[in-house]
């Protein structure tokens, strides 16, 4: 216990003011954080208790009522009555009239059977579409990667096919690398990207380059899977259910009524991958109407959003967004006894949620408002597609123009303790700034080479489809990803709190600095 007078404290703490400037944080914020109450916070949100905190279920709820009531006690306020930003979910059933039929060149036409021929996606639309059909290759739209399957090709109002996977996706030097976690190689990426090149519908079919089965899945609606349980249904975000097309996947017998045989299809692949150069195309004479139909039923849940308000009058009405996801994956049902069901996720993401609770302390406890108003946000439904911070760009609380940038957290408790992922660097020269600045307290070893995958894998993807400036803070993959073997008692506790060190501090000088980020498109910018 220090046995200095408290005059001493508080002119020592007026000099570090004076002395420093608004970039440099109080030493009462770096004080508060601290690794054992980290590691409370953690095994409360990762404990069997949790069930794994599926969106949505009761135990996610409890999570948020947790973190709701820590932003209480920091004096964080709600933005409106209460924390919660409560938004809709569907949950979906497959209907009886799902129809897919394919007119060839020449007038050839064929109806397909469902379940053997064609079989819609979890992400399918409740309508019908027709259109002339479009080759769109992997239907990847990377132009930050220099690889664009749509830059010669207009896909609206047309039904795209489209290849699964990635270019290259078995050689480790492209971007596309199976084995990396690249979002453009997902199904849902696809189709996202479909919808936003105004495309009407789309048929995905398995590569057949690197695949010998290319039996149409799609997803495994129970109704016609009688071995599925009934509630194995997907679940999707109300917001968007307008924006959805119909999304089905076909196999052989498509690829050889398009394209003449497997053989032809399997060289217009290859002829891609080796020249990692997109061959999309009209193909002549080819129409597609698909039908599929769902029924909805609602389900909620919420974000939690608390904020402190700026103290300097012109820039308090811009903010900068915290955030993190609270959500995993659940449990796994019918698990014999004795044996563990539950996947915690204590890394993804209770260590970013937890995260962004300490930013938060290290706020609170400034002794000051920044001059930017600085907004703090666990999301639910991130595993499930990016739903809470999709839902939160499409009604944002504080208006998304005035969003200079958002820091997001997410899986920052494994790996070595002085190595960090960070992506976005490109995304704003000035916030970049600051990140380096900042971590010349800190001193990580910053790799920022996956600034190409701005567009997807968390909560960050969304802003950045806004044209707001992110940083994301990432630890890295390992083994217990997405398993029950992500547990607390793996967590590297001080690196969470050297991690959330340092997007504070990034945070702070991003806060407080009279210059705004400015954002950089990366997809319209020269990335050779």
Same mark, same amino acid.
Request: net charge negative; hydrophobic share 40%; proline share 8%.
């Given at each position: 216990m220090s046995t200095r007078p408290a005059s001493f404290l508080a002119c020592l703490c007026i000099f570090g003011f004076l002395n420093f400037g608004s970039d440099a944080p109080?030493?009462?914020?770096?004080?508060?954080? =601290?690794?054992?109450? #980290?590691?409370?916070?953690?095994?409360?949100?990762?404990? =069997?208790?949790?069930? @794994?905190?599926?969106?949505?279920?009761?135990?996610l709820e409890e999570a948020a009522e947790y973190i709701a009531r820590y932003f209480s006690s920091l004096g964080i306020k709600p933005v409106r009555d209460n924390y919660l930003?409560?938004?809709?979910? /569907?949950?979906i059933f497959l209907g009886d009239s799902n129809a897919c039929q394919i007119i060839a060149a020449g007038g050839l036409k064929r109806d397909y059977a469902i379940k053997k021929e064609f079989m819609p996606y979890e992400m399918t639309? /409740? %309508?019908?579409?027709?259109?002339? #059909?479009?080759?769109? @290759?992997?239907?990847?739209?990377?132009?930050?990667?220099?690889?664009?399957?749509y830059k010669d090709i207009d896909a609206r109002g047309k039904i795209v096919f489209v290849l699964k996977r990635g270019p290259r996706q078995k050689d480790t030097a492209s971007p596309f690398f199976a084995q990396k976690d690249v979002s453009f190689n997902r199904v849902d990426e696809k189709i996202k990207t479909a919808i936003e090149k105004g495309a009407a519908g789309i048929l995905l079919v398995t590569d057949p380059?690197?695949?010998?089965?290319?039996?149409?899945? &799609?997803?495994?609606?129970?109704?016609? $899977? %009688?071995?599925?349980?009934?509630?194995?249904?997907?679940?999707?975000?109300?917001? +968007?259910?307008? =924006?959805? !097309?119909?999304?089905?996947?076909? @196999?052989?017998?498509? !690829?050889e009524q398009l394209f003449g045989s497997v053989a032809a299809l399997k060289k217009l692949q290859h002829d891609i991958d080796s020249t990692m150069t997109?061959?999309?195309?009209? #193909?002549? *004479?080819? $129409?597609? +109407?698909?039908?599929?139909?769902?029924?909805?039923?609602?389900m909620y849940t919420s974000n939690v959003i608390g904020w402190i308000e700026g103290a300097d009058a012109k820039l308090k009405e811009e903010v900068v967004v915290i955030g993190g996801h609270y959500d995993h994956v659940g449990y796994r049902k019918n698990t014999p006894a004795g044996q563990d069901s539950?996947?915690?996720?204590?890394?993804?993401?209770?260590? *970013?949620?937890? &995260?962004?609770?300490?930013?938060?302390?290290?706020?609170?406890?400034?002794?000051?408002?920044?001059?930017?108003?600085?907004?703090? #946000?666990?999301?639910? &439904?991130?595993?499930? &597609?990016l739903f809470g911070s999709t839902h939160y760009v499409a009604d944002p609380l504080f208006p998304l123009e005035k969003t200079v940038a958002m820091l997001n957290l997410d899986m920052i408790g494994r790996n070595h303790i002085d190595s960090l992922s960070i992506t976005g660097t490109r995304s704003s020269k000035e916030l970049a700034q600051h990140l380096f600045k900042a971590n010349k307290d800190v001193g990580f070893k910053l790799d920022t080479s996956n600034d190409k995958y701005l567009r997807g894998g968390s909560d960050h993807a969304p802003f950045v489809r806004k044209d707001i400036p992110v940083l994301f803070y990432f630890a890295g993959d390992h083994e217990d990803y997405h398993k029950i073997s992500d547990e607390a008692a793996k967590i590297n506790y001080p690196k969470v709190a050297r991690t959330s060190e340092l997007c504070f501090r990034t945070a702070w000088r991003a806060a407080n600095n009279s210059k705004r980020p400015i954002f950089i498109d990366v997809t319209k910018s020269n990335t050779k």
């Open positions: 109080p030493q009462s914020s770096l004080q508060a954080i =601290d690794p054992l109450e #980290i590691e409370q916070h953690l095994r409360f949100l990762a404990a =069997d208790s949790m069930l @794994g905190r599926n969106t949505p279920s009761p135990e930003q409560t938004f809709a979910l /569907n949950q639309a /409740n %309508k019908t579409a027709a259109g002339e #059909i479009v080759f769109a @290759g992997y239907g990847i739209s990377a132009p930050e990667l220099n690889y664009d399957d380059l690197h695949n010998r089965m290319l039996t149409p899945r &799609g997803f495994p609606w129970p109704n016609l $899977y %009688k071995g599925f349980p009934p509630e194995a249904v997907p679940v999707t975000l109300a917001k +968007t259910e307008m =924006d959805k !097309i119909p999304a089905v996947q076909v @196999g052989e017998e498509a !690829i997109p061959r999309s195309f009209k #193909i002549d *004479g080819a $129409y597609a +109407t698909l039908q599929t139909q769902t029924r909805q039923k609602v539950v996947f915690n996720g204590a890394d993804d993401n209770a260590s *970013g949620t937890v &995260g962004m609770m300490t930013v938060a302390k290290a706020f609170a406890t400034a002794g000051k408002a920044p001059k930017r108003s600085v907004v703090f #946000i666990a999301f639910a &439904g991130e595993e499930k &597609g």
